[in-house]
């Protein structure tokens, strides 16, 4: 369950209006990823996380040049049962203590559409970093209608495999691959 985290964990994507790299950084109550698997062919599981920190460097005029970095806590996942997410603390899966720690830092920006771009980055998850691609979408760039300042929204997905995590308990029977969506604001940096 640790790489289904966070792919998770995020986007800086294409697109907008302004000038050279401004930094972002993310509105953590505006900001999710959310994870699904399969549970032995009977259900989906669902958790999520929220609330969590990073900046974007955001380039309109070149955003191939953009970059992201987030972090958030393993522990501050979201399951709906505490019991569940106890299991998923556990040594079955990620035997996480308080200070460990989910990082997501890109590495390059492919654009591929007016609004969407592949983000790849460096995951880490239970002390193992692998490569991930986000499939990321601009949604909207702009003046925040309430805050009165430049604001990014994005959407991205991407499919981990609990495996590379060395948290991949009871698989097959329970998917190794988890499906991760984000969804994630962003506010100009005062």
Do not use: C
């Not at 609990?162 to 698989?171: I, K, L, P």
Request: hydrophobic share 40%.
């Amino acid at each position: 369950m640790k790489s289904i985290v966070l792919a998770g964990l995020i986007a800086a994507t294409p697109l907008a209006a302004a000038a050279a790299s401004e930094t972002y950084t993310l509105d953590s109550g505006h900001s999710q990823i959310v994870f699904s698997y399969n549970h032995l062919g009977y259900s989906t599981g669902y958790g999520m996380y929220s609330g969590f920190e990073g900046t974007i460097e955001y380039d309109a005029e070149e955003p191939a040049a953009s970059s992201v970095e987030v972090s958030f806590p393993v522990n501050s996942m979201i399951t709906g049962w505490e019991p569940r997410f106890e299991h998923f603390m556990s040594d079955d899966f990620f035997g996480a203590s308080d200070d460990d720690m989910v990082t997501f830092t890109s590495t390059s920006i492919e654009v591929t559409g007016e609004k969407t771009a592949e983000i790849t980055g460096e995951l880490t998850l239970n002390g193992v970093t692998k490569e991930v691609v986000l499939d990321t979408t601009l949604m909207q760039a702009g003046e925040h209608p309430m805050e009165g300042k430049p604001w990014l929204g994005f959407n991205a997905t991407t499919t981990l495999l609990r495996s590379d995590y060395n948290v991949g308990a009871y698989a097959p029977y329970v998917s190794d691959e988890v499906e991760v969506e984000i969804s994630l604001e962003a506010m100009k940096a005062e």
